[in-house]
């Protein structure tokens, strides 16, 4: 089953890290990165740009009404997925905890469904 897991994160908190933690954490995503690979569970992942660049859309009686940004009420931004193919929720759930976004904010785990139903 496919399973999308969304990073969320501090906007610039890498940037605060020392160059040496940040390489470290880096590196810990390559290697996640590199065993989801090599298992076949990496179906693909992509981060995302600062929210600066972002547009949130709403329709309202027919008619969008357009704005910058997310502005969210929230310290947390939306910044990138992982869609994984694993066995169960326990597993994406599993990698979800070992991404180093999760020790920062929070990693959200959902499966994928299609008009038919679950990916399977």
């Known amino acids: 089953m496919k399973y999308m897991l969304l990073i969320h994160n501090q906007p610039g908190y890498a940037d605060a890290l020392s160059d040496t933690d940040r390489d470290a954490l ?15 569970e990496l179906v693909r992942g992509e981060a995302l740009a600062d929210p600066s660049q972002t547009r949130t859309v709403r329709v309202r009686d ?5 704005t910058d940004g997310p502005f969210i009420e929230a310290k947390e931004q939306f910044a990138g997925y992982l869609l994984v193919d694993c066995d169960s929720l326990e597993r994406a759930t599993e990698i979800a905890a070992r991404w180093p976004d999760a020790r920062f904010a929070a990693m959200e785990v959902r499966p994928v469904i299609h008009q038919s139903g679950p990916d399977r």
């Open 26 to 40: 880096l590196g810990e995503v390559d290697a996640i990165m590199a065993e989801l690979t090599k298992t076949g």
């Open 62 to 66: 027919g008619m969008p009404a357009i």
